[in-house]
């Protein structure tokens, strides 16, 4: 975490979670849970929040990597995912808005979206795989990135929520990751972008 981090969020060590697959390969897994990442599972994510950690997940996970190329313009978002949602209400805990500027520009991967969203659904992982950046090479490019926190969102604790309480949050995160878009792209150098809402 940067100093930045430190001085938003003292003492606050946010528990990564990552794709269950990448925990499958020695030497990338052994090095994420070094640094105190966990798999993102419902199991993994109840026992952190139960054991008073902060969490942080990217809810667009793979579905983004798979939709967004370096040369759009455009910040884009997968809304598809709502389980991060229910399991805030669930243990009653803040949700905080994160937005990144710029990320999907670091590097691309091949376009086979259709092909690569299959092996998202039966393999949780989009093959086929190619990280490329700089010269085409898997070395990331040099991109500027801005990383905008909203005001945590109050959540009250629902043991069990129901489908429209948990659609509205899920509606109230996304309004407020907009309202970020808006109040900072013009500082991120993104004056032009458009904030890109995927929902499958």
Not at 33 to 55: M, N, P, Y
Not at 76 to 85: E, L, M
Not at 137 to 166: E, F, H, S, Y
Request: proline letters at 7%; a positive charge; hydrophobic letters at 45%.
């Amino acid at each position: 975490f940067t100093d930045q981090w430190r001085e938003l969020f003292p003492n606050v060590f946010a528990c990564p979670l990552s794709a269950s697959v990448v925990h499958y390969f020695p030497g990338i897994r052994d090095v994420i849970q070094v640094l105190g990442a966990r798999e993102v599972t419902r199991t993994t994510f109840s026992d952190a929040l139960k054991s008073h950690q902060s969490i942080f997940v990217v809810p667009g996970g793979q579905a983004e990597l798979v939709a967004s190329q370096s040369r759009q313009r455009q910040v884009r978002v997968f809304t598809g995912h709502k389980g991060f949602v229910r399991m805030a209400l669930e243990h009653g805990v803040s949700l905080v808005p994160v937005l990144s500027f710029k990320e999907g520009e670091i590097l691309d991967n091949v376009r086979w979206p259709a092909l690569q969203r299959w092996f998202i659904k039966h393999f949780a992982f989009p093959c086929p795989y190619f990280p490329h950046g700089w010269s085409g090479l898997p070395i990331p490019n040099r991109v500027p990135l801005m990383i905008a926190i909203g005001a945590p969102i109050a959540v009250q604790k629902v043991i069990k929520p129901t489908t429209d309480q948990v659609d509205a949050l899920h509606t109230i995160y996304f309004d407020r990751l907009k309202d970020l878009f808006t109040q900072h792209k013009d500082a991120a150098g993104c004056a032009d972008y458009d904030l890109v809402y995927i929902a499958n």
